[in-house]
Structures are given as structure tokens and as C-alpha cells.
């Protein structure tokens, strides 16, 4: 069952040109002219209930101006959006009772209220009755450990705890659809592992659908399963995490650690990242050389110590947008 669907959807915004200059700054204002700069350039996706999907792209690519669209922000030029099957631009009061955003970057809670006095606030703008948001508040502060802090000002809170309640805050009114933009910014590597944990916990009790934006490849390595990436307004590539880390490159990295000095030398399918003698990192494409070819060559009797792992998935993303700037 989809509950997001996008059918050709395109979006304009007119901008003023202005020349460098006093000069220029006037003519801008007396005789301005426009350029027209195309942010989404017909793109089509589906989302399914209870998925967990991660919309990437470079900036400018067009993934704020897409979700604005989804959430009714922004209206398209055209094509069709269906967001349970609503329409964001015909009928956003109503969406927004179904769907939560959290912004990482954005706060919306009120920091001189405590995040229990937040969350009855929003329990009330969304018409919730009050035993009915209590006994959300407790359910949510038990998933989320806010029992420390639930009565503390929220300026006084550490940024991990604050995205903690931002995210509770959101989930108040049981949106059915989660929209997450860069929820882990600026947070420790510890705090992001427990967001994630957090994430990935309220999609597997809740069965809410995530629609996550980061440029923290880790945020979209260890929640999505689908990544759908944007660039210059257009759908590049909409494949399983799965496809795209092992099948889309078909790369592997071998890092070893020898007895000896080994004076290798490149070949088809085999390239040289590091070589310090004692120290060899390569990678190895298997569409033209297995690992076990690799490790011939590197003679395992020689080896003291080895890693053999998949390439980073933010190699594979920075070549799709090289190979995407090249056509």
C-alpha cells in the first residue's frame, strides 16, 4: 500500500538577476529582469507503508523544494502528489493532523517550556484530549528515557536531548507519515547512535513510514533500506541499499598488514590507494578480479593481518553524482 505517491512533479521559481555594482543594484530595482531556475524537473516516486526511506542529494539538487511540496509548503507547477491519499495543496489543514516533521536544523518547541508543558501544547493544537495526550506523554518519555529531563526548560537541554523531544513532540498526534530533515546534525557520534536506535525502534513499534533527508551517510546506511537520490531537480538513481552497495559499484576494499615489503603493481581491476611496504590498501572491482586474485598477489603467506570490507557507501554516492555530472 502507498502512502506517498509522486507522479511528474515540476517546479519553477523565477529569480531576479542582479548585476555586480551600484549600477547594477539600481537597474535591478527600476527595469529588473528574471531568470526561471527549475528545482524539480518531473520526478515520480512511490513510498510504501512502513518504509524507511532515505531522499538525498548535493545541495540545490531539489530535496527541500520536494518535501515542502509533500507538506504542502509549496505548491507544485505541476503534476499530482498523494500523500495518504490527500492532496497537500488542496487539503494541508487536514494532512497535517496525519504527518509529523522533525527539522534538526529548526526548533519548534518552545524553549522556555519544559518538554512536558511542549508536548501538552501540541497535544492541544492538535485537538487531542488531555487523559488522551497524558497517557501518550508517558508512553513516549518511557520509549525515549526523557524521565531526567522531561521537567527541565528545553534551553537548557543538551542538543541530543532536545532532537529527542523534538521527535516525541512530533509524534504527539500519531502521524502516520514522519518526515526527518537531518535529525542527527551536530550531534556525537554516541548521541546519533541512539537517535537512530530511537528511530528505528518507533517505525518497528509505531509502523510509522520515514521520510529521511542527512547528509550523514550513517543516518542513511544504518535506518533505510531504499534511497532515492535527487540532483539538478531530477531522479538519479531509486534502488535498495542493498543494490547500491553491492551490486551499483561492485568494489571492495582490502586493507592488509605484511610481513615483508610487496612491490605490487597495478592491474585490470585492481587500483593502489595506499602503499607504504608494510602497509597496502587496494580496491578491487570483482567484475574483473576476484579478492581471492587479489590476495595472490599480495601472497598470503605474507600477510599478518587483513580487512576486506564493502566500499563506503559515501564513495558510491559521491561517484553517482560525478557520473551524473559527466552526462
Not at 500523500?83 to 518552545?110: C, N, S
Not at 603493481?265 to 590507494?273: N, Q, S
Not at 581471492?292 to 559515501?314: F, G, H, M, Q, R
Request: glycine share 6%; proline share 4%.
Amino acid at each position: 500500500m502507498s502512502v506517498i505517491e509522486v507522479k511528474n512533479l515540476q517546479k519553477t521559481f523565477r529569480v531576479k538577476k542582479k548585476e555586480s555594482g551600484l549600477k547594477g543594484s539600481l537597474k535591478s530595482i527600476i527595469k529588473p529582469t528574471y531568470r526561471q531556475i527549475e528545482a524539480v524537473k518531473g520526478i515520480d516516486f512511490t513510498v510504501s507503508k512502513g518504509e524507511m526511506i532515505a531522499f538525498i542529494g548535493p545541495n540545490g539538487a531539489g530535496k527541500s523544494t520536494t518535501i515542502k511540496m509533500l507538506t504542502g509548503i509549496l505548491y507544485p507547477d505541476s503534476g499530482d502528489i498523494s500523500i495518504l491519499g490527500l492532496d497537500p495543496k488542496k487539503e494541508r489543514k487536514k494532512l497535517a493532523y496525519e504527518i509529523g516533521t522533525v527539522f534538526g536544523q529548526k526548533e519548534q518547541l518552545w524553549t522556555h517550556l519544559t518538554p512536558y508543558d511542549n508536548f501538552k501544547f501540541f497535544g492541544a493544537i492538535y485537538d487531542i484530549p488531555e487523559e488522551v495526550v497524558e497517557r501518550k506523554i508517558q508512553e513516549l518519555k518511557e520509549v525515549f528515557e526523557l524521565e531526567e529531563f522531561l521537567n527541565t526548560p528545553v534551553r537548557n537541554l543538551s542538543l541530543g536531548q532536545r532532537i529527542r523531544c523534538e521527535i516525541v513532540a512530533s509524534l504527539i498526534h500519531e502521524p502516520k507519515i514522519l518526515f526527518l530533515d537531518e535529525p542527527t546534525i551536530g550531534l556525537d557520534p554516541v548521541v546519533k547512535e541512539n537517535i537512530r536506535s530511537l528511530i528505528k525502534r518507533m517505525n518497528k513499534e509505531y509502523k510509522t513510514t520515514i521520510f529521511l533527508t542527512s547528509h550523514d551517510v550513517g543516518d542513511i546506511e544504518k535506518l533505510c533500506k531504499r534511497v532515492i537520490i535527487i540532483n539538478h531537480g531530477e531522479l538519479v538513481l531509486d534502488d535498495t541499499m542493498e543494490n547500491l552497495k553491492y551490486h551499483y559499484l561492485n568494489k571492495k576494499m582490502v586493507e592488509a598488514k605484511m610481513k615483508e615489503k610487496v612491490n605490487l603493481e597495478e592491474e585490470e581491476g585492481i587500483t593502489i590507494l595506499k602503499d607504504k611496504g608494510y602497509n597496502l590498501k587496494i580496491e578491487v572491482d570483482t567484475t574483473l578480479k576476484s579478492v581471492a586474485d587479489a590476495l595472490k598477489l599480495l601472497n598470503p603467506d605474507n600477510i599478518v593481518d587483513i580487512n576486506i570490507s564493502n566500499i563506503p557507501l559515501e564513495n558510491i554516492i559521491t561517484e553517482i553524482y560525478k557520473k551524473e555530472e559527466e552526462k
